[in-house]
């Protein structure tokens, strides 16, 4: 609401009244236009899923994919998460959104298995509302029963604020996920203020250090990857799988090489594409 859009422009430091109220009324007219196109996208169908490889970094293998939702609007044109993943939490429209993800996502699984491509995992982004809606884990049960995808191809991507909103109840969902088989990564790792002791009392299989970390690994100085070392290093010890997201250019991926990182994802091996693209790399084996 307007008092909602004040204070957050108050909360930018703008100061000149004029251009509050300017921003505020553009900002809350696009959330309106915004949210009731989102409306009928549902309906109508207009979302797909986009795929990303993640690629073992020692082998060049794919060993994964990341399902990232993408918006096919009739006068738009494709639309990105940033222009509407927020709204759609703030307005609730993130649970049904979320659960057609979990669906497309299932029966892409499915599908490529038909295809006889071997077994690759896919990862799917599951936003704050929609883990802690009550009836998430049963709805996902149902969905994996009903698309027949196996549990354990399913990776489910929380970021660390998520997951600390409420260790207790989070620790208590991740069991019962876990017992599913489903895989359980941190997103944008390092961006949140989280505990790493209580990270550490989770089921983690995977933790995706954030891309702002990687981006710091060119800048020349020696300490520029500490970060990310640091990270390589706990997730060894801890046992979990080290993705680097946003890996773009070859000396952020020959410093993940040489510091042992597990995986890496990024435009240096490809963009997101289409399920088709995706298929064929998938058979390939390795990024076209
Ligand atoms: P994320 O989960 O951290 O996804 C990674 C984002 O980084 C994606 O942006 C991806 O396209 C982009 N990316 C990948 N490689 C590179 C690179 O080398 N350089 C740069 N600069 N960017 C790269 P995208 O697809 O726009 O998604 C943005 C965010 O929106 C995601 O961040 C995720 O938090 C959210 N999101 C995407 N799909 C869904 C979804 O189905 N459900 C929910 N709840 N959130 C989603
Ligand atoms: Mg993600
Ligand atoms: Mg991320
Ligand atoms: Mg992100």
Redesign the pocket.
Known sequence: NADTAMYHAKERGRNNYQFFRHDMNTRAVERQLVESNLRRALEHGEFT??Y?PKVNLESGRITGV?????WQHPDWGLV???RF?AI??ECGL?VP??NW?LRAACMQAVRWRDAGIAAASIA????AL?FRHRDFFDRLLAIVTETGADPACLQL?L?ESVLMRDVATSAALLAKLKAMGVQIAV??FGTGYSSLSYLNQFPIDVL?I??SFVKAIDGGMKSNGAIVGAVISMGRNLHQQVIA????DEAQFAFLKAHKCNEG????FS??VEAMQMQAMLRAGVCA
């Open positions: 899923l986009h990303q990341e399902a990232l939702l993408r990105l998460p940033e993943i759609a939490e993130i959104i979320g993800v799917v982004n599951v936003s929609e991507e970021t997103d944008d995706k954030d891309q997201e946003g890996v773009e994802q990024g435009y240096w963009r997101p």
